[in-house]
Nanobody, 118 residues
Framework: QVQLVESGGGLVQAGGSLRLSCTAS????????IAWYRQAPGKQRELVAT???????DYADSVKGRFTIFRDNAENTAYLQMNSLKPEDTAVYYC????????????WGQGTQVTVSS
């Protein structure tokens, strides 16, 4: 089973940037799709961005044009570059992994807090 560790969260002012990292172990990273989710207090978990093993990306409408997901298979790491941050981006961000071709994300990190002040 894949193990995932997120890092890079923190406190930033509105308009600022952060880069989150998701480092995997225990598996062949390159054959996994990776997703970033977030959950704000009192809200449902939201899918933010995905990247397939082949590099195809997709984004929630709320972050298109501001966030970029990418991966470095040599480093077993996926990233979420977040620019032009807004207070409504405040949440705990989680990365998740699934074997390509599988439906369910079954590997999850512990989450990293992102707080955007106005």
């Amino acid at each position: 089973q894949v193990q995932l560790v997120e890092s890079g969260g923190g406190l930033v002012q509105a308009g600022g940037s952060l880069r989150l990292s998701c480092t995997a172990s225990g598996t062949v990273f390159s054959i996994h799709d990776i997703a970033w989710y977030r959950q704000a207090p009192g809200k449902q978990r939201e899918l933010v961005a995905t990247i397939t093993s082949g590099g195809r990306t997709d984004y929630a409408d709320s972050v298109k044009g501001r966030f970029t997901i990418f991966r470095d298979n040599a480093e077993n790491t996926a990233y979420l570059q977040m620019n032009s941050l807004k207070p409504e981006d405040t949440a705990v961000y989680y990365c998740a992994a699934r074997r390509t071709g599988y439906a369910r994300y079954d590997g999850w990190g512990q989450g990293t807090q992102v707080t955007v002040s106005s």
